[in-house]
């Protein structure tokens, strides 16, 4: 089998990260904030820790703001309907997934698209004249989990910062890839998966919160936290007051494990996935019958690929990859109409090869073998 869906999530997951959730479903087993006997604070401890190793990794500065939630999508709505009204108005890009479109529509808020580019990038001077006095918030996201584009985050929150509205991040396909500042960019919140570029386990994500925005932030549910049990009132403090209830544990245990490993493979980490890229472009170059979406540009983009089979049917190509070479790859829309519309592939879809920390040049090359016999003879 060779895996090209790691936009869908990392596989194989970081080494250590079978090995950590074991040992705490039949080492440990307890809860945290409720008994206070010795593996209850063993527990307590290993899970304040991947806080500090979240916040340390993201240049946040408060590891009681990184806050677990049960995964990206999660926190993408707690952070947007804990902080919109419904008089309020969002601004997002148009790459955005439907992590973030569903909750707007379901919300029934008014918010704008800030148009992106034929290769997906927002165009920034578009911004400011999208602005109303009751703009509440900025949802990006920050690389494209379609055609693989890198936004320029730092000038979207300049801008914000300028105009005073918090700016969520949605780095889903960023974290783990390409740096993910949280100060340099000024972010107000940020949300992660833990299971794709960090190579932990799925059903557990973060989002980690500048001061000011946890302070508006209403918590969207409400529970036991083992602490201030003598109050029927959420606890005012973080993370309990958005911690509601029994947390993934085994989760927890195995996305620790994932992050020691991600740091230890940070250094060559990015050169390795632009290589892949490269290679990758390189191989395309020949088939001009296969059209690539997104950019060529390996400094602007994570290995995210969108490919349209011209006069073939993409869904079909998918599943001829899988039958014939034994190649996983990802078809359809990816849960980003407004992505696909923006790209003009909408509603027909690609053919998406995303690739990761171990993905190697051997399987690029058979990948590209596969598409050059697969591909219409010009
Ligand atoms: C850009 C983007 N945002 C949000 C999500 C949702 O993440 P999850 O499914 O981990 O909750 C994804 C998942 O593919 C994504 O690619």
């Known amino acids: 089998m060779l895996y090209f869906d790691h936009a869908a999530t990392s596989y194989p997951k970081a080494s250590g990260v079978g090995e950590a959730m074991q040992y705490y479903v039949s080492q440990i087993g307890v809860n945290i904030n409720r008994g206070v006997y010795a593996p209850a604070q063993e527990a307590a401890l290993e899970t304040y820790l991947l806080r500090e190793k979240l916040s340390t990794y993201f240049h946040h500065d408060e590891p009681t703001r990184v806050i677990f939630t049960a995964g990206n999508t999660a926190a993408l709505n707690f952070a947007i309907k804990g902080s919109v009204g419904k008089d309020d108005h969002v601004l997002v890009s148009s790459m955005e997934h439907n992590a973030v479109m569903r909750p707007l529509v379901q919300l029934g808020v008014d918010f704008d698209r800030v148009p992106c580019d034929a290769e997906g990038f927002l165009d920034v001077t578009k911004i400011e004249s999208l602005i109303r006095p009751n703009t509440r918030l900025f949802v990006l996201c920050h690389a494209s989990n379609v055609c693989g584009s890198i936004q320029n985050a730092a000038e979207v929150g300049r801008l914000c910062k300028l105009h005073n509205i918090p700016l969520v991040l949605d780095a889903a396909q960023s974290a783990g890839h390409i740096p993910v500042d949280f100060a340099e960019l000024g972010l107000s919140a940020l949300c992660v998966p833990a299971h ?80 892949l890229c490269r290679q990758f472009l390189q191989g395309l170059e020949s088939l001009p019958t296969v059209r690539l979406l997104g950019t060529r540009d390996i400094s602007r983009r994570v290995a995210v690929f969108a490919l349209d089979f011209m006069g073939q049917d993409n869904a079909e190509i998918s599943d001829r990859l899988e039958r014939e070479f034994s190649i996983l790859t990802r078809c359809g829309l990816h849960c980003a109409p407004s992505a696909h519309k923006t790209l003009a ?6 053919v998406r090869f995303s690739f990761g920390h171990s993905t190697t040049a051997e399987e690029v090359t058979a990948a590209l073998t596969a598409i050059a016999s697969l591909a219409k003879t010009p």
Request: proline share 9%; aromatic share 8%; hydrophobic share 35%.
């Open 345 to 350: 592939t909408f509603p027909q879809g690609v």
């Open 196 to 275: 794709k570029g960090l190579l932990g386990p799925q059903g557990m994500g973060a989002l980690l919160l500048s001061e000011d925005f946890a302070a508006q932030l209403d918590p969207l549910i409400a529970g036991g936290t083992g602490s201030m049990s003598d109050s029927e009132e959420l606890p005012p403090y973080l993370p309990d007051r958005f911690e509601s209830g029994t947390p993934n544990l085994p989760g927890i245990y195995g996305w620790s494990a994932a992050m020691d490993y991600v740091n230890q493979i940070q250094t060559n980490r990015r050169s390795h996935e632009e290589a």
